[in-house]
Every structure is written in C-alpha cells, then in structure tokens.
C-alpha cells in the first residue's frame, strides 16, 4: 500500500511536471509569435524560464513556501519543546531524518509538510495548534504530517503549488497586457498593423485567462484528496492512537479560518485553512469532508 | 553452446538472488540492532535526568521518601545492568516509568512545584524521554516483524540457515499500553 502510494506519487509528479512543461511552451510560442513573429525564439524564451523557474522552485521550494505562508524557522528544541519532541519522535518511528521546523504565527489551528522529499522536507504548526491541542492531538497532526513526507506527497503537493503560482502569474499578466493594450488601441487606432497585433494579444490573453483555472483544477486533481485519507491512516499506523487524531481534527475543524496562509498552499494544510464554504458536489474542495475523516478514523 | 550460455545465465540469476538476499538479511538485523540502540540512548538519557528530578522535587517534603528510594533503585539497578538482555532490561525500564508516573501525579497537589521552571523543564525532558521510549519500542517490534519475515520466508530462509541468521525476539509491551487508549478532549 505504502510503496503503491510513493510509485503513484513519483508517477503523478512526472505527468503534473509534463503538463506544466507542455503549458509553458504553449504560452511561450504564443508569445513568441505575437513579440518576435517567431515561434522559435518564444519556446527557447519558455524553456530558459521553465528551466530557471523549476530549478529556483527545486532547490528552495521549502524557504518559497514557508515564506508564503509566513513560518519562521524555529532550530533549538527549547523554542518549542513540545513540537519539536514530538517532530522527533514522528521521524523516528516513521524512520525518516528530522524535518526543518516552522512555526506560524496565527491564532487558528493548523499544520502542513512540504519539500522535495523526506532527506529536505519541513514541518509548519501555527502557534493556535501548539495553544490548543494537548500532546496526543498533536502527536496525530504530526503523525498525518509525517506520513505525508514518508509518501513523496510532499514533492507533488509542492510542485503542483507551485505550477498553480505560475499559472496566477501568468493569468495576472495578461491582465495588465489586456489593459496596456487597449490603452494604446486607443493612442494607434489608425495602424492597421497595430490593430492586427492588439487582436492576438488580445486573444492570447483570453487564452491564458481560460487557461489558468484549467490548469488549475488540473493541478487539484493531482491532489487527489484521497491522500489525505492515507496520511490519516499513516498517522494511526505512527502513533497507535486514532483518538488523538479525531480529537484533533475536531477541534482544528471548528475553529476560525487562518490569517497567514497562503490561499494558493491551501491543499498543503491538513485541514483547509481558507474554512471556505463546501461546493454541493465536492468535486474543487481541497480535502474531504471533514465527518467523513472522522469516521473513517473511528472504524480503526 | 547454448546450453553453456544458460547455465551460466542461469548461474548468475542465482548469484544475485542469494546476494540480494544476504544483504536484505544483514539490512534487517543492522535495523533491529540500531532500534535496539535507539531504546538504550533514551534510557541513558532518563538515566541522567532522574538526579535532577529527585533533586528539585525532595524540597517538597510531602514526598513519600520511599517513592523517591524506589525510583533511585531502579534507575540504578538499570545503571548498573549490562543492558545484555534486552527484556529484563525493558521490565526494569517499565517499573520505572511507573513510579516516575506516581511522582508527577503527586506532583498535580503542589501548585509551587508545577510553577517550578525547572521542574516543568524537568517534566518535559522526561514525557520526552519516556514518549521517546515508546516509540522506538515500537520501531524495534516492527524491525524485528520485518526481519524474522524475511528469516522464515523463502527463498531468504535458505540464506539465513547458512549464515545462521536467529530470528529476534519481540519486546513486550506493558499492559496499560495495549490498552484502548482515554478520550481526552480537555486543555
């Protein structure tokens, strides 16, 4: 089950990394052909960013996001005792190296794992969980953490936030294009040529417009939300006390919506920090039902 | 010719099997005997942290003096063990995290000692410790179930009677442990 998930995980990573790729070029050669009337010059243009931008997103991806998310890094145990032992103790029965920690300074209770895998992998608790859970609640958070590092959910979870950030980039770039654009229809009207150009990019930017939300929920679906079954149960498996867990996730569910996160990271939390309201057919929520969780965690 | 080709073929299929089989029986035991190590670090630890404890809660004189004896006893006679065998060495280790239990219970009636900085430093060190304990028990269970498997299944049960590889022993897990465990939804 365990092996299926990380080979699943690793598969996935490579199809989400393939779509992103294939996305990139698309929008370059578009560009390319509207700035340069070369499709060439636009697809080297997309692959030397491509290129920087996943090497920058690979290298750093722990800093980028917990400083999206607003974590401090915290690197004694005497800073937060409590966490960190238990962080320990989480990496030493899941036999994974100890993971960065960081903590969020944010009232509401939450916690999620990111990095690329579990050698450079990193934990983030907001000070309303370490507040508000007693040490087997948060034994069962960071047993669920835990799990998704020993998983590989992380790298995938990281590199879909990522391409999602790209994509928000993009659609806002377009949107200025769009308004920059017809500032100078105006100031051009006379030019054909002018006109001609202004069209595509005009339909460049729809394009990327309709494209960004595909993309998207694309990268939604990769995080399949089955995943968090599976660290639900990897958490159990850890700690060998599902109460701890169920408690915890009861009190994390009715608890205010957080100020900090990041919403485009709201996938990588364990329970979702936006407290958005729930779609009639849960088909875009970023995690399942929470009773649904519950129950589940009961059946152990 | 041919004949040649897969025997030697098939030789060098057997070759591997066997050696891919040794190292996954040498990988196992490496992790029963580094989970092994991982238990013996945290009793060393509680081993060092007792002193203090007893030497920051003795001024609350409502201390039974015979707690504090048993406890120093067993800390000792743990000291004093070879640590050779592993399962008396985890009886010893779990009467101990008893009284250690009937210490921070009686500690629960001292609001002075619970505002104590070193004592709730004290306390954490040990719940840490003792957690610590737990779970690399439990890790060293699950070493040895992954280990003894490979023992008993075949084809690495062939390699392992060569070499004289001895299936581990479980260590057993105190009663109150196997235990459902408390709903406890205060703090």
């Known amino acids: ?300 | 010719m041919i004949a040649g080709i897969i025997i030697a073929v098939v030789v060098v299929i057997l070759i591997i099997a066997y050696v891919s089989a040794y190292n996954g029986l040498i990988k196992g035991r490496t992790y029963v005997q580094e989970s092994w190590s991982q238990i013996d670090v945290q009793l060393k630890r509680r081993n060092d942290l007792i002193p203090n404890l007893i030497e920051t809660v003795k001024g609350y004189s409502h201390y039974e003096q015979s707690t504090l004896e048993k406890v120093v006893g067993l800390r000792n006679q743990l000291v004093n063990s070879s640590g050779e065998d592993h399962q008396k060495t985890m009886a010893v280790s779990d009467q101990l995290s008893n009284s250690l239990k009937s210490i921070f219970a009686v500690a629960e009636a001292y609001p002075d000692l619970k505002a104590d900085q070193e004592y709730t430093k004290l306390m954490e060190e040990l719940t840490n410790t003792e957690n610590k304990i737990a779970y690399s028990r439990q890790l060293y269970n699950s070493s040895v179930a992954s280990f003894n498997l490979k023992i008993q299944s075949f084809p690495s049960n062939i390699v392992a009677s060569i070499h004289h590889f001895k299936i581990s022993e479980y260590l057993q897990v105190p009663e109150e442990e196997k235990a459902a465990p408390k709903v406890s939804f205060d703090k």
Do not use: C
């Open chain 1, 1 to 300: 089950m365990l092996f299926e998930q990380i080979a699943r995980n690793k598969r996935r990573t490579i199809y989400v990394l393939t779509g992103f790729v294939i996305l990139v070029l698309a929008i370059g050669a578009a560009i390319g052909y509207v700035f340069f009337d070369s499709y060439i010059a636009g697809l080297v243009l997309a692959l030397v960013f491509a290129g920087v931008y996943a090497a920058i997103m690979i290298g750093n991806s722990t800093n980028i996001v917990m400083a999206m998310n607003h974590g401090h890094e915290i690197t004694k145990a005497e800073q937060a005792p409590e966490l960190w032992h238990i962080v320990e103790d989480m990496a030493l029965v899941a036999r994974v190296p100890m993971p960065r920690v960081f903590i969020i300074d944010d009232p509401s209770p939450n916690a999620f794992a990111t990095g690329n895998n579990p050698q450079h992998a990193a934990v983030a608790a907001t000070s309303g969980i370490l507040e508000r859970l007693n040490r087997e609640e948060l034994e069962g958070v960071m047993g669920h953490e835990m799990t998704h590092v020993r998983n590989y959910d992380i790298r995938l979870q990281t590199i879909a936030l990522a391409l999602a950030a790209a994509i928000t980039g993009m659609v806002n770039l377009a949107g200025n294009f769009f308004w920059w654009g017809g500032g100078s229809r105006r100031r051009s009207s006379d030019s054909e040529g002018g006109n001609i150009l202004q069209i595509v990019m005009l339909i460049v930017s729809i394009l990327l417009v309709i494209l960004g939300p595909i993309a998207a929920t694309m990268a939604q679906m990769a995080l399949s939300r089955n995943r968090e079954y599976l660290a639900d149960a990897g958490s159990v498996e850890l700690t060998r006390n599902p109460q701890g867990l169920i408690s915890a996730l009861q009190k994390i569910s009715t608890s205010e919506p957080m100020k900090e996160a990041d919403p485009s990271s709201a996938a990588l939390y364990i329970s979702d920090p936006m407290k958005k309201k729930k779609s009639l057919t849960h088909l875009f929520d970023t995690h399942p039902p929470m009773e649904e969780r519950i129950e589940r965690l009961r059946k152990m």
